[in-house]
């Protein structure tokens, strides 16, 4: 009985450790503008011309290395998420939350009335828009994130460890 036990354990706890590294994403790690591809800095200065960069990092998800240069364009603020051959990943421009499609708006105050919103932002990935909301819940202080796509549709909704 004790080896059934003991096994069930060890069983349990692989099962645990392999979900906890499959789910793990490299963190965002901070670098200077000499430690990102020249075809990462040459379609950025494309795109935004003079721009003021506030901040450069390098990240990995699923094996996958990516450039993230963070910046204010003409009075945006834009985060640029890059393959180190250049192509762009994924556009991320904060936005007011007026800015939201209506129908987008509607949702967020119909379903979540208890909610204050602290961030919007629209994401292009893939030739797809996304928006993104940050919100805090008013009943339990607690953070989500909620994602929807340019429909109008409900993709994700998330708590989030930010502050």
């Known amino acids: 009985m004790k080896q059934i036990i003991s096994r069930n354990w060890l069983v349990l706890l692989g099962l645990v450790f392999n979900l906890m590294s499959c789910q793990q994403k490299e963190p965002e790690r901070d670098i200077t503008a000499q430690e990102v591809p020249p075809a990462v800095l040459q ?6 011309p003079n721009a003021a960069i506030k901040n450069y990092a390098e990240e990995t998800e699923q094996g996958q290395k990516f450039y993230e240069i963070s910046c204010e364009f003409q009075g945006r603020k834009i985060d640029a998420l890059y393959k180190p051959d250049g192509t762009v990943a994924a556009i991320e421009e904060v936005i007011a939350a007026e800015q939201l499609p209506e129908n987008i708006q509607r949702a967020v105050a119909t379903e979540f009335q208890q909610f204050s919103i602290k961030l919007t932002e629209k994401i292009e990935k893939e030739g797809k ?20 796509d ?10 989030t460890t930010e502050e």
């Open 43 to 48: 379609v950025f200065n494309q795109a935004y």
């Open 129 to 148: 828009t996304f928006f993104e909301i940050k919100l805090l819940n008013s009943e339990d202080q607690k953070n989500y994130e909620l994602v929807f």
């Open 150 to 159: 340019d429909a109008g549709k409900l993709m994700a909704k998330e708590p």
